[in-house]
Structure formats: C-alpha cells, structure tokens
C-alpha cells in the first residue's frame, strides 16, 4: 500500500509561481509512476505530468509544457511539481497519484491502474 499527502497549495497571482510536493509512504521503487493530476470543479480529472521511478523519465500535458516541471527525491519518496508562469486556468484542486504499471496513461480503460491517490492540494490563481 502506498499513501500520498500533497503540500504547497494556495494562491498565487498570474504570473506567479508555487511548488507542489507530495510525499508518500509505502515503497516506491521500479516502473512506478508518480503523477500529478488537477481537477476544475464540474469537470474531469485530467494528467498534468508524470515521472517513471527509475529511469525519470517525464510526461507532460500539453497545457503545461515549458512551464511546469516534475521532479523526484529517491531518499524522501517525494515527488514535486514546480509551477512557474501560472495562469487563472491553472487554478484546480491538485491531486497526486502513482500506478505501477510504468504508464502515463490516463484514459477511462487505463484509470483504474492510478491505485493510490492523495487527498488533493487547491491551486487558486487570481489577481
């Protein structure tokens, strides 16, 4: 089992930036992936990025590109989201999650591999 508790949410101007941390106990090791996820109220659930465990390797949604960035802390079992140049859109209840499976997918034939999932952490970007 694994548990995940996010960090680091709040409200920031346009502009602005914020970091996101999510800290997770239980193993994380291998083709696990720990991912980020937001949801506007009303609307789905959507990928925000995500990193493979061991081989870091990254993904992210077209909508964040070149502004966010993911990262990982093997000794902490942590993974952070740095947001920079964030925009009203931006604002959601951030969720972290993890599958391991070692895919990015995140479709309605793909959801029930994201197995854990954090309590969330609300963004809110406003002037």
């Known amino acids: 089992q694994v548990q995940l508790v996010e960090s680091g949410g709040g409200l920031v101007q346009p502009g602005g930036s914020l970091r996101l941390s999510c800290a997770a106990s239980?193993?994380?090791?291998?083709?696990?992936?720990m991912a980020w996820f937001r949801r506007v109220q009303g609307a789905e659930r959507e990928f925000v990025a995500g990193i493979i465990w061991n081989s870091g390797r990254t993904d992210y949604a077209d909508s964040v590109k070149g502004r966010f960035t993911i990262s990982r802390d093997a000794s902490k079992n942590t993974v952070a989201l740095q947001m920079n140049s964030l925009k009203p859109e931006d604002t959601a209840v951030y969720y972290c999650?993890?599958?391991?499976?070692?895919?990015?997918?995140?479709?309605?034939?793909?959801?029930?591999?994201?197995?854990?999932w954090g309590q969330g952490t609300q963004v809110t970007v406003s002037s």
């Open positions: 239980g193993s994380i090791f291998g083709n696990y992936v």
């Open positions: 999650a993890v599958n391991r499976r070692g895919s990015f997918e995140y479709t309605p034939s793909t959801r029930a591999l994201w197995e854990f």
